[in-house]
């Protein structure tokens, strides 16, 4: 199992691991700052909750609250708090813990 170390430390790489679900994915784009590749992915599976919050993620990274908030209600979640990083380092920590469809 990935440790949110190892996660982080493969954003150094040219892309994300194999074998990370799409939301994983989304995350890994998005701490590579390619904002537009995460959103894409997070896109792509509307309607998952862990999509949905990845897309509330990056629309905060965005500075669009309206839609972020959107977005945390259709994941069922409060909005965000605290900065940006401990946000993605809860999320990656959350997703890693707990693989899609477990």
Known sequence: MMTLDTFRQSLAERGPPSGLDTALQGLWWAGAGDWDRAHALAQQREGDPRCDL????????????????YWYRRAGRSAGAGSLQEEWDAL???????PAGA
Do not use: M, P
């Open 92 to 98: 990656a920590t959350e997703f890693l813990a707990r």
């Open 54 to 69: 990845l897309h509330a993620y990056l629309h905060r990274q965005e500075g669009d609250a309206g839609n972020a908030h």
